[in-house]
């Protein structure tokens, strides 16, 4: 696609509840971002994949929260046993490996636990 | 670790008028990145400028311009001419220049009013 996909975009779920976040990076980019975004803030990183392999998952809270990017492409994002505090907005970016390595960011999926 | 401050939680400024917003940050390391990125209601962050820490001249796009002071460690941004369109939450960030891990360090955001 044109630009960096994100879905849902809004997930409303209840306490205690899985989620996922699916983020479709741009073409040919290896790199890949999620941070999540909690109100009034701004965006805190969680992992960082280079193709299929994390990298860095040194963002990620605690070990509900796990991410994956099988073939290097789409990355999904998995929250288990959700808790109100996980209500954010969780941000997507991709980048190519390298150069200025400028992230193109998606426009997030909202996420409400009530 | 990084460290990225904005001191202005909100600020205002009157159409065709100029805005500096303002950044502080902490960083020992000698070469990195420095942005600021654009936030409207869609959620989708835009890349407004970027300043490269070894360049001394001070990056320029268009209506947007950056007084980079690196021994101050100073990042501030200011909109000319300002248009009811760049209405939006104003966030700075930092990225190291090496390896390749590129992960931003955000600071909390100003949220610009344009007022008409």
């Known amino acids: 696609g044109a630009g960096v996909s994100q879905t849902p975009s809004n997930k409303v779920t209840e306490k205690g509840k899985y989620v996922e976040l699916r983020c479709d990076p741009i073409?040919?980019?290896?790199?890949l971002y999620w941070y999540r975004q909690s109100l009034g803030q701004g965006p805190e990183f969680l992992i960082y994949f280079q193709g299929t392999g994390a990298a860095d998952d040194s963002g990620l809270p605690n070990d509900r929260f796990f991410a994956v990017r099988p073939e290097g492409s789409v990355s999904t994002l998995k929250i288990q046993r959700t808790e109100r505090g996980d209500s954010a907005v969780y941000l997507c970016?991709?980048?190519?490996?390298?150069?200025?390595?400028?992230?193109?960011f998606g426009q997030g999926t909202r996420l409400t636990v009530v | 670790a990084q460290t990225v401050t904005q001191s202005q939680p909100e600020m205002s400024v009157q159409e065709a008028e100029t805005v500096t917003l303002s950044c502080t940050y902490d960083t020992s390391e000698s070469d990195y990145y420095l942005f600021w990125y654009k936030q409207p209601p869609s959620r989708q962050m835009i890349l407004v400028i970027r300043q490269e820490a070894y360049k001394q001249q001070n990056a320029t796009e268009n209506r947007f311009s950056v007084n980079f002071q690196k021994a101050a460690k100073s990042f501030s941004l200011k909109i000319s001419d300002s248009q009811l369109g760049d209405a939006a939450m104003y966030f700075c960030a930092y990225r190291n220049s090496g390896g390749s891990n590129y992960k931003l360090t955000f600071g909390k955001g100003t949220l610009l009013t344009v007022n008409p």
């Open positions: 073409s040919g980019h290896t790199a």
């Open positions: 970016a991709s980048s190519l490996k390298g150069g200025t390595g400028e992230a193109f």
